[in-house]
């Protein structure tokens, strides 16, 4: 069961984090991989990794907030591999601001990245995937549906994502396009280490456990818990399923209400 054998999928963000455990585990289950991230020391290292291993993968470097460039990538890929299954729209940046102290440029950045990157790729994507089919699977947040502090602007990006998402499987049902969006509550990345590490010098482990403990189940959500999901929703054994929002947040949005 949910074997990608002979699918092709592309990743944003694969460099690291969430991303990079959805790449890894995808190529695992037969996938080929094509990793989009602006990062090219962690593309290149998480495209390494999966043909190390065995499996099939490139990194191809892209901002995905570049139209022209997303293009120029998916130009790329279709020459290597000649077929797109599944695009995994991750790649996205955070910003903790709430609607007074959020400067116009943190929002602008924020919208570019995560909302028109995701448009980007949608754009690129959906043509391809009019063909025969194909899955798309949107990375969005417990912050699209409920309210976090100082989060202002990623909120409003991630509302977006799932908006996005179920117009996409509104709009493309008809093509057999399936579309989804995972809203992932704290995840334990490279991102939440930089975070503190740049917010809470010397109170780092405390802090951890704090953020931690916002989870009613008491922890953190790991990457491949969500890439674990991800797969899922790529996978045949899924076909039924089309606009909808995944919470994976450890009893967060139910829990605490």
């Not at 919208?111 to 448009?119: S, T």
């Not at 509104?170 to 509550?185: A, E, H, M, T, V």
Request: charged content about 20%; proline content about 3%; hydrophobic content about 40%.
């Amino acid at each position: 069961m949910f074997r990608l054998d002979q699918k092709t999928a592309i990743i944003t963000g694969a460099g690291s984090g969430i991303g990079r455990a959805i790449a890894l585990l995808f190529a695992r289950q037969g996938a080929t991989v094509s990793i989009l991230d602006i990062d090219e020391t962690g593309g290149s290292s998480t495209a390494s990794a999966i043909t190390t291993a065995g499996g099939k993968a490139a990194f191809y470097p892209c901002n995905v907030a570049s139209q022209e460039a997303v293009k120029k990538v998916f130009d790329a890929v279709d020459q290597e591999w000649d077929s797109l299954d599944i695009l995994v729209n991750n790649a996205g940046i955070a910003h903790v601001g709430d609607a007074e102290n959020t400067e116009e440029s943190d929002f602008d950045r924020l919208m570019q990245v995560n909302v028109k990157g995701v448009y980007n790729c949608l754009h690129a994507a959906i043509p391809r995937m009019k063909l025969k089919g194909g899955v798309i699977i949107n990375m969005a947040s417990v912050a699209a549906s409920v309210g976090i502090a100082d989060r202002f602007a990623y909120s409003t990006t991630k509302g977006a994502i799932a908006a996005m998402t179920m117009s996409v499987a509104k709009d493309f049902i008809r093509f057999n396009i399936r579309c989804n969006c995972i809203s992932p509550g704290r995840v334990h990345t490279p991102f939440v280490d930089g975070f503190l590490a740049k917010n809470y010098l010397g109170r780092e482990k405390e802090m951890f456990e704090k953020l931690a403990k916002t989870q009613p189940i008491g922890r953190m959500g790991t990457p491949e818990e969500i890439a674990h999901l991800a797969l899922y929703l790529s996978s045949d054994e899924a076909s039924f399923i089309t606009g909808c929002d995944y919470p994976i947040d450890g009893g967060f949005m139910t829990l605490n209400s």
